[in-house]
Nanobody
Framework: QVQVVESGGGLVQAGGSLRLSCAAS????????MGWYRQAPGKQRELVAS???????NYADSVKGRFTISRDSAWSTVYLQMNSLKPEDTAVYYC???????????????WGQGTQVTVSS
């Protein structure tokens, strides 16, 4: 069983910073990538940042230059450093892990429960 657990959310004033962490545990044969998504009330879940094999990173236009995704070499933990936060960054942030549990299994998305980030103006 794969578990994905986020931490680090909270309440911060506009212009402040937060660092989210995501720990993936359990048996994984391979991981294709890890990333962060967010969902604000009344809106669809959207990609914030992702990190794929080969050090490829991808960011939503709205967070470029403010957020940085990083991970450890073992693909067990991924971080999201969020600087210059804005009220529109308020959302539940979800960690996503894409991988396989065995050589013969299909590539699967694994999700955490989410962590609330609230930015006050």
């Amino acid at each position: 069983q794969v578990q994905v657990v986020e931490s680090g959310g909270g309440l911060v004033q506009a212009g402040g910073s937060l660092r989210l962490s995501c720990a993936a545990s359990g048996r994984m044969f391979s991981i294709n990538g890890m990333g962060w998504y967010r969902q604000a009330p009344g809106k669809q879940r959207e990609l914030v940042a992702s990190s794929a094999s080969g050090q490829t990173t991808n960011y939503a236009d709205s967070v470029k230059g403010r957020f940085t995704i990083s991970r450890d070499s073992a693909w067990s933990t991924v971080y999201l450093q969020m600087n210059s936060l804005k009220p529109e960054d308020t959302a539940v942030y979800y960690c996503n892990v894409v991988g396989k549990q065995s050589l013969w299994s299909q590539v699967t998305d694994y999700w955490g429960q989410g962590t609330q980030v609230t930015v006050s103006s």
